[in-house]
């Protein structure tokens, strides 16, 4: 369906497609994979290894806007209808259901306008199915009022469809549309507990499928001329349907939202998921930008983002212009080599990394349950050893490169999420650096089905060791989280 071309044939120079590369590098994002195409020809596609082209990223909360339009299939196909009220398919809860959420329709869930305001954990509840803790919620207010993001929302919809069709719901779009567009029949979602899809957060797909379903969201409902979902269905998806100017300050919070889509600027609209995976799409240049990324726990790094495609790329995008070749094979030697973030801003050794070589650490009573900690320097190369509940643990990690491993902690979920997987351990990048004399730095990024960060820190005074764990996961890691001190032995 894409071709590849140089970004000067579909009207941007090779050295304003560069620079964007350069920034995302220079403000030290952990990016994974992006892609820009106008039209079906993409002028540049780039991964940072071991990211790689086949790699079936977790799109995280883009898997919504996968839902909004299932939903859509779903209608066109008779199977439901937007005015329906939720407890139509889930009749059993009807009985004990507040009064705001027996009147709460498909549609008020499309648009993030339901009954509720705060949410249970579901993470946290031990559920055997997670549609119990959906009924469990508090409602605080009338559905079809206010913006208010319900992620669970969104994972009930997709139980309607897979209830309504007799098919996960990924599967359903794929078989009714997106295999003709060329959509990845290997893609698939993550699971909950009680079985339904993981619809909210867990699709799991490549950058390319990600562009493919922007594309055809994009071509409203097109493939090679010929529909699959109702237009009018695509046209109000990505309309302005509920207001969310009171939600926040970026990009995503002043346009409005739609059906599961979020409304951008320049009337565009865009998939977005935690961690900063987007897709951003701009009618008017007929332009879509494609980035996964592990930005959690850093709140700058979308509006940034966004600001740089709207600021260099969208605006500069035009009419063809001349092939440069010396500015293209720049841009292209640089994509070739694009390696995943590691912590680099530092001292690779100091005396205090010889002082501690080899040297056991026994901490006081933590709330990590740490026993005690170990560091062994070898070269440019390190290893860290500790104790926890599980047992003895070792982490490799490179001074100012990722070394890559196993994080050793064990029984995190795998296909079913929030169910413990016995002998799981997820794929990490870990790199370090002395941040001065007495402080090392270590960082593991979580990069499997499941993404994540761990940053720890180490002082080193005195015979002392002060360790600071600050983890940002969804529901993993932690057992490493706090802070401890300990006295060599």
């Not at 039209?39 to 780039?46: N, V």
Request: glycine letters at 8%.
């Amino acid at each position: 369906m894409f071709k590849t071309v140089t970004p000067e044939s579909v009207g941007i120079s090779s050295e304003k497609v560069l620079d964007f590369y350069k920034f995302l590098d220079d403000h030290g994002f952990q990016t994974h994979s992006v892609i820009m195409a106008r039209g079906d020809k993409i002028f540049t596609e780039g991964y940072w290894a071991p990211f790689h082209k086949d790699f079936q990223h977790k799109m995280y909360s883009v898997s919504k806007s996968f839902v909004g339009i299932a939903v859509g299939l779903a209608e066109q196909e008779c199977l439901l209808s937007l005015d329906d009220k939720l407890l139509k398919y889930f009749p059993e809860y009807e009985k004990d259901a507040h009064p705001f959420l027996k009147e709460q329709t498909l549609r008020d869930m499309l648009k993030m306008s339901t009954s509720r305001i705060n949410n249970i954990n579901w993470f946290a509840s031990g559920t055997n199915d997670r549609c119990d803790t959906y009924f469990q919620a508090k409602c605080n207010k009338v559905s079809g009022s206010f913006f208010d993001y319900d992620s669970p929302g969104s994972f009930m919809l997709n139980s309607v469809v897979e209830k309504v069709t007799g098919m996960p719901f990924l599967e359903y779009l794929y078989e009714k549309a997106l295999k003709y567009a060329g959509f990845s029949e290997k893609a698939y979602c993550l699971k909950c507990p009680g079985g339904h899809s993981f619809g909210d957060s867990g699709v799991m797909c490549t950058a390319r499928d990600l562009l493919t379903f922007a594309r055809f969201v994009m071509d409203k409902g097109y493939i090679d001329g010929k529909n699959y979902i109702n237009e009018e269905y695509i046209k109000e998806a990505v309309k302005k349907q509920c207001s969310n100017n009171t939600y926040g300050f970026e990009y995503a919070h002043l346009k409005g939202y739609g059906y599961q889509i979020w409304k951008m600027p320049r009337d565009g609209f865009a998939f977005i998921g935690m961690g900063d995976q987007f897709a951003v799409c701009d009618p008017e240049t007929d332009f879509i930008f494609i980035i996964n990324s592990d930005n959690q726990g850093e709140p700058h790094a979308r509006p940034f983002i966004f600001d740089e495609i709207y600021r260099s790329i969208i605006p500069n995008l035009g009419e063809p212009l001349p092939e440069n070749e010396k500015a293209h094979k720049e841009l292209l030697d640089y994509v070739s080599n694009l390696k995943l973030y590691s912590l680099r801003n530092g001292e690779k050794k100091t005396k205090t990394a010889d002082a501690i070589n080899g040297v056991t650490y026994k901490l006081e009573e933590n709330q990590m349950g740490i026993e005690w900690i170990r560091f062994e320097f070898e070269d440019e190369k390190g290893k860290m050893f500790w104790k926890n509940a599980q047992g003895e643990k070792e982490l490799p990690f490179g001074m100012g490169y990722n070394e890559f491993a196993k994080f050793p902690q064990e029984g995190y979920s795998d296909m079913i999420a929030t169910y413990p997987c016995e002998g799981n351990m997820y794929d990490a990048a870990i790199s370090a650096i002395w941040d001065d004399e007495i402080k090392l730095i270590i960082k593991a990024q979580i990069i499997d089905k499941y993404f994540g960060r761990l940053s720890m820190s180490f002082a080193f005074k005195d015979g002392h060791i002060m360790v600071r764990f600050n983890k940002t996961a969804e529901a993993f890691l932690d057992e490493y989280d706090g802070f401890a001190i300990g006295k060599k032995i």
